[in-house]
C-alpha cells in the first residue's frame, strides 16, 4: 500500500513539473466584418490587408487567417483566402462582378477577415499581430475608386494572453 501510494505521489510531482516546464499554445480567432456594400456590373470590389505590428521579441509578428466574401443571401462567394502575413506585406484578393452573380445589373456583398491568433502561455517568441484591412469598389475599365472603407491603425490587433499569470 506504502509503494502504491510513493508511485502515485511520484506520478503527480512529474505531470506537475513537466505542465510547468512546457508552453502551452492558445488559439483563437476574432472575425472583423465590414458592413454590406452594393456592386455594379461595372465595378470589382477588393479586399485589401497589411500587417503594422512592429517586433517585440525574436521574431516579427505573424498573422494568420482568411478573407471571405459573402452574397446578399449569406453564402461565401467561391473559397476563402488564407492569408500569413508578417511585416508592410500588402496583400489583396478581389471580387468581380461576374463572381458575384447577381440576378440583374448590381447585387450587394459584404466581406469579412478571420483572424486566427496562437498564444504561447509560457514564453512567447513573437508580439502581437495588428492588421489594418480596407474595401474598397472601383471601376473595372479606369481603375477609379467609388468606394473606400477602412479601419484605422491597429484596427484588429491580438492581445498577448497569459491565462496561467506569470510564472
Do not use: W
Not at 506585406?89 to 459584404?110: C, D, N, Y
Amino acid at each position: 500500500m506504502i509503494i502504491r501510494c510513493l508511485v502515485l505521489a511520484c506520478t503527480f510531482a512529474t505531470c506537475a513539473l513537466a505542465q510547468g516546464s512546457a508552453g502551452t499554445t492558445l488559439t483563437f480567432t476574432r472575425d472583423y466584418h465590414f458592413p454590406p456594400v452594393g456592386l455594379a456590373s461595372s465595378e470589382t470590389a477588393q479586399l485589401n490587408l497589411v500587417n503594422v505590428a512592429t517586433s517585440s521579441g525574436p521574431l516579427a509578428p505573424a498573422c494568420t487567417g482568411t478573407l471571405t466574401f459573402t452574397n446578399a443571401g449569406g453564402k461565401a462567394i467561391g473559397s476563402p483566402v488564407n492569408f500569413t502575413t508578417s511585416g508592410s506585406q500588402i496583400l489583396s484578393t478581389q471580387l468581380t462582378f461576374a463572381e458575384l452573380a447577381p440576378s440583374g445589373t448590381r447585387g450587394e456583398f459584404t466581406a469579412s477577415v478571420q483572424l486566427t491568433y496562437s498564444a504561447e502561455s509560457k514564453t512567447p517568441t513573437t508580439g502581437p499581430c495588428s492588421l489594418v484591412v480596407s474595401l474598397e469598389t472601383f471601376d473595372t475599365s479606369t481603375g477609379v475608386t467609388h468606394v473606400y472603407l477602412g479601419s484605422s491603425v491597429g484596427g484588429i490587433t491580438t492581445p498577448i494572453l497569459s491565462p496561467f499569470g506569470s510564472r
